[in-house]
């Protein structure tokens, strides 16, 4: 797929009333949630993002998925979420809150978790806190949006290029954080990821660049 320089051109069907598809992506406007299927790419050791794609850093990404960035993009624009894709020079990780939630199955159950309850905090020795994420939708740089070329969906350490960041106080620090292994599902387990968009009007920024 071509690289994109103008993802909210990506083409939307309404498959029922408020319900919409947009290629792998599921949005829905009144639970204001997007969902896309993902697998499990770790089960152990150190990470530094949460969701990518095959272009993405696999290598330290607890899910892998082959969903377009571009497509989860336009789906959370159509939220509400802010367009920050667009500005270039900024480094900051600022945007909007959200929660990410993990579903599967396991036998005839169904399981749904947040998605922090998959990450180890290995400072304070229990599952990453409630902090919430913040969807930055990454940026357009050169012509070029930069989580589709990269790969990077959800970031635990802070990534601007990505398209949604940890809002942990500590996220800075790329050397606490694993893969929750008491709570993750088996290798290669089919998963379906979903961003739930707290509150577009309001903005989320680091404390320290807040000051």
């Known amino acids: 797929m071509a690289l994109l320089a103008q993802p909210a051109n990506a083409p939307s069907k309404e498959i029922a009333p408020g319900?919409?598809?947009?290629?792998?992506?599921?949005?829905?406007?009144?639970?204001?949630?997007?969902q896309f299927p993902a697998a499990v790419n770790m089960t152990n050791g150190l990470v530094e993002y949460f969701v990518v794609t095959g272009t993405g850093k696999l290598h330290e990404?607890?899910?892998k998925t082959d969903t377009e960035p571009s497509q989860i993009h336009v789906a959370m624009l159509l939220l509400g979420a802010n367009d920050s894709s667009?500005?270039?020079?900024s480094t900051n990780v600022v945007g909007d809150k959200?929660?990410?939630?993990v579903s599967w199955k396991t036998g005839p159950t169904n399981k749904r978790v947040r998605a922090e309850n998959l990450v180890f905090d290995s400072k304070a020795k229990l599952p990453m806190s409630n902090e919430g994420w913040i969807y930055n939708g990454s940026k357009v740089i050169g012509g070029t949006f930069?989580?589709?070329r990269d790969g990077?969906?959800?970031?635990?350490?802070?990534?601007?290029l990505a398209l949604a960041n940890s809002a942990q106080a500590d996220r800075d620090n790329d050397e606490i954080?694993?893969?929750?292994?008491?709570?993750v599902p088996p290798l290669n387990a089919k998963v379906?990821?979903?961003?739930?968009?707290?509150?577009p009007e309001k903005k989320i920024k680091d404390a320290k660049n807040s000051k």
Do not use: C, H, Y
């Open 192 to 199: 379906e990821v979903t961003f739930q968009l707290e509150s």
């Open 61 to 63: 990404s607890i899910l």
């Open 19 to 34: 319900i919409f598809q947009i290629g792998a992506v599921r949005l829905d406007k009144e639970k204001r949630t997007i």
């Open 146 to 148: 930069i989580a589709q």
């Open 177 to 183: 954080w694993f893969v929750n292994t008491n709570s």
């Open 98 to 101: 959200m929660s990410v939630e």
């Open 86 to 89: 667009t500005n270039a020079r």
């Open 152 to 160: 990077s969906i959800v970031s635990i350490i802070s990534d601007p």
